[in-house]
């Protein structure tokens, strides 16, 4: 099993939609969690870290469920410039080791 | 400021050549990534370096792959007698420090596009 899991997707999605993410982990010892996207052919960038309070960053929400194991992203009001993979990030307190899933990709079409 | 830059950009090599990635960190960082991305598929982690020492190679596939950092500073891959497989695009990300946020957000750099013929 993959420490971390996400639906490959693609979601394609007419833009102003909202769309969900969810991702998936399978070490609890992990304690710190993020987001981040990587447009085609380039690097991934830090998007948003994800609170055990869930916490919200314009368009975009993370939520974290310890006791499932989960964390998810919703972006409201899509844009076409959102269509990229999301990759889901965990890392273990203690640790310098983060730990990337395969990507969630997003297609926003007009 | 500078981000982390990376050479060669793209590199097309022949089964059973050698060749060197490179990685030039943001300048001040001690931790130093090399992930490997093949197509469509997600991060794997290869090597981390604290300073110029390696504490975790643990993700190096096999023994034609080595990694080394001088000076704090530049890092370089390399891979030996390179086999098709070895197609990827290598990434490598610096951060500040390894274990206090927001201290260990990696920052990436473009990658280097290995293909292998």
């Known amino acids: 099993r993959k420490e971390v899991e996400q639906d490959p997707g693609p979601f394609n999605v007419p833009e102003g939609a909202t769309v969900a993410f969810n991702c998936t982990y399978s070490?609890?010892?992990?304690?710190?969690f993020f987001w981040y996207r990587q447009d085609c052919r380039k690097e991934p960038k830090l998007l948003m870290s994800?609170?055990?309070s869930g916490n919200e960053d314009g368009r975009f929400t993370a939520q974290l469920n310890r006791a499932s194991q989960y964390i998810s992203l919703l972006i409201r009001d899509s844009k076409l410039s959102d269509s990229a993979t999301y990759l889901c990030?965990?890392?273990?307190?203690?640790?310098?080791?983060?730990?990337f899933g395969s990507g969630t990709r997003l297609l926003v079409r007009p | 400021g500078a981000g982390v830059s990376q050479s060669p950009s793209n590199k097309v090599t022949e089964k059973g050549k050698d060749v060197e990635l490179r990685c030039d960190p943001i300048s001040g960082h001690t931790a130093l990534y090399w992930y490997r991305q093949r197509l469509g598929q997600g991060l794997e982690f290869l090597i981390y370096f604290q300073g110029n020492s390696a504490p975790d190679k643990s993700g190096l596939p096999s023994d034609r792959f080595s990694a080394e950092r001088t000076g704090e500073s530049v890092s370089t891959l390399t891979i030996q007698r390179t086999q098709q497989e070895d197609s990827a695009v290598y990434l490598c990300?610096?951060?500040?420090?390894?274990?206090?946020?927001?201290?260990?957000?990696?920052?990436f750099g473009p990658g280097t596009r290995l293909t292998v013929t």
């Open positions: 994800v609170y055990s």
């Open positions: 990030v965990v890392k273990v307190d203690s640790s310098y080791k983060l730990i």
């Open positions: 070490n609890s010892a992990s304690q710190s």
């Open positions: 990300a610096s951060s500040s420090s390894g274990t206090s946020f927001p201290s260990y957000e990696q920052y």
